[in-house]
């Protein structure tokens, strides 16, 4: 009697095997999906701005609930003849879990997904008598269990999803392959079918809600980049600019220093000594600041030879700005006094860039600029009203310079800013600088008194 000779250990494995190691797989892959949820804990619409729209889901599904619990147990008793307490205890299991949608959808699955399983063997063993009755889904459970697809495509990951279909998709298939000749009407394929549209859009509104989140956190982000950069760029113009301003008063040192032997005679060879140290320091303060400035410049640009602009020019700035159609009144005090040249230069540009302001949102506006002293402090104040006539601005969307770069100014100086509309619909910038005292402090040294430089000097 000849016999089959039996497979070699070290030859390569049967098909049978390759193909218990793919289903062993895909069993993991099923089940790290369907243990992994999204969003555990967050209830949907948790984001919505208003209150009613973040109870509008436990709203919905305590509705779901209610309704289907009394009519699942109504069906099961009733139509497939299914005694009162297991039709009880099988329509509570069924819809009961609908309550966990808002939280965690994926977890009512977990006990829906079972104990319609369990029913639909539970109607394998009942008689529905002459009752048109469907099988393995009644009507009601296919509607919740549709209801829970949804949730579960509104929150879980896409794989999460996909491994629910295929769980979906294989219940069907076999309840289908073991239904009796007289129940096998393809019902038991309808609920993946329907399943599968409607987890694709769930999951498709999902994606479509973590767009458009995505693009307003980025829109966030790259806004407040800009402001950032904005806010880099006015320190870096304004650094610029007051580089004139110290280099002044470094020359003015630097020539103080070297003319000193020669304005006062007498000086001793130590005081000569210091004063060409002095001297010698100053410029090379003043070489450090134009490396320094090269640094802050803008590749390919070049410096401004012009000096820089001060309150003796807003006469002009205000004439230039009436003669491009804006009526403009300026009240300049003739009492400011001594005014130190940063503040002088920060007054100037503010009013400067809210007349620029005036003259691309609101064209044709009435405008009073207004400049004067008081209790230490200067004081600007540009005020406008409404444009006479609607009209579109020049400018829809400012590039947000002019007021970044107004705060700046007025943070360089210790003062403070104060802007906004009017009720009438003009706009208000006003600055408040501080000014040094015009006498010395009582108390101050006799011996250490302030040297300043006079035009004899230079």
């Known amino acids: 009697m000849a016999t089959s000779p039996s497979p070699s250990p070290a030859g390569p494995p049967p098909p049978a095997d390759g193909l218990l190691s793919a289903a062993r797989r895909n069993l993991r892959e099923l089940a790290h999906g369907l243990s992994h949820a999204s969003h555990p804990s967050t209830p949907l619409l948790a984001d919505a701005p208003k209150p009613w729209q973040r109870l509008l889901p436990y709203v919905v599904v305590l509705a779901l609930a209610a309704t289907f619990i009394p009519v699942t147990i109504t069906v099961l008793a009733s139509q497939y003849g299914v005694p009162g307490a297991l039709a009880g205890a099988l329509g509570v299991a069924q819809a009961a879990p609908l309550l966990m949608l808002a939280h965690r959808p994926l977890q009512a699955w977990w006990?829906?997904?079972?104990?319609?399983?369990?029913?639909?063997?539970v109607l394998l063993a009942h008689d529905p008598g002459q009752h048109d009755t469907t099988w393995p889904w009644p009507p009601p459970t296919l509607v919740a269990y549709l209801f829970l697809l949804l949730a579960l495509g509104l929150r879980e990951t896409r794989r999460t999803v996909v491994a629910v279909w295929a769980a979906t998709a294989t219940a069907g298939a076999v309840l289908h392959l073991i239904a009796p000749s007289d129940r096998a009407t393809g019902s038991a394929l309808l609920l993946p079918i329907l399943g599968a549209v409607?987890?694709?859009?769930g999951a498709a509104v999902r994606e479509r809600g973590e767009a458009t989140r995505r693009l307003a956190e980025q829109e966030t982000i790259s806004e407040a980049e800009r402001a950032q950069r904005t806010l880099l760029e006015e320190r870096t113009r304004i650094a610029r600019e007051l580089h004139d301003v110290v280099a002044h008063?470094?020359?003015?040192?630097?020539v103080q220093a070297?003319?000193?032997p020669y304005r006062i005679s007498g000086l001793s060879e130590p005081a000569?000594?210091?004063?060409?140290?002095?001297?010698a320091a100053a410029r090379e303060s003043l070489g450090e600041m134009r490396r320094l400035l090269s640094v802050l410049r803008s590749?390919?640009?070049?410096?401004?030879?012009?000096?820089q602009p001060g309150l003796g020019r807003l006469q002009q700035l205000v004439e230039a700005t009436v003669r491009a159609g804006l009526p403009v009144e300026l009240s300049l005090a003739a009492d400011l006094g001594e005014v130190p040249s940063a503040v002088d230069l920060s007054a100037y540009r503010i009013v400067q860039e809210a007349l620029a302001n005036v003259v691309r949102h609101a064209p044709g506006a009435r405008?009073?600029?207004?400049?004067?002293?008081?209790?230490?402090?200067?004081?600007?104040?540009?005020?406008?009203?409404p444009a006479p006539k609607p009209a579109s601005p020049l400018e829809s969307a400012g590039t947000g310079h002019g007021l970044v770069g107004m705060r700046e100014r007025v943070r360089l100086t210790g003062g403070t800013l104060d802007t906004g509309p009017l009720p009438d619909g003009g706009f208000r910038v006003a600055a408040r600088m501080p000014l040094p005292p015009t006498e010395s402090p009582?108390?101050?040294?006799p011996d250490s008194p302030s040297v300043q430089p006079s035009s004899e000097d230079l």
Do not use: K
Not at 111 to 121: E, H
Not at 272 to 279: D, G, L, N, P
């Open 111 to 121: 006990i829906i997904f079972p104990a319609d399983i369990v029913s639909a063997l």
């Open 198 to 201: 409607v987890l694709v859009i």
């Open 249 to 254: 008063h470094m020359s003015v040192i630097t």
């Open 258 to 260: 070297d003319s000193a």
């Open 272 to 279: 000569q000594e210091e004063f060409a140290s002095i001297a």
């Open 299 to 307: 590749d390919g640009t070049e410096g401004d030879r012009a000096p």
């Open 367 to 385: 405008t009073q600029v207004s400049v004067g002293a008081s209790a230490g402090h200067l004081n600007v104040l540009v005020v406008n009203g």
């Open 442 to 445: 009582a108390g101050s040294p």
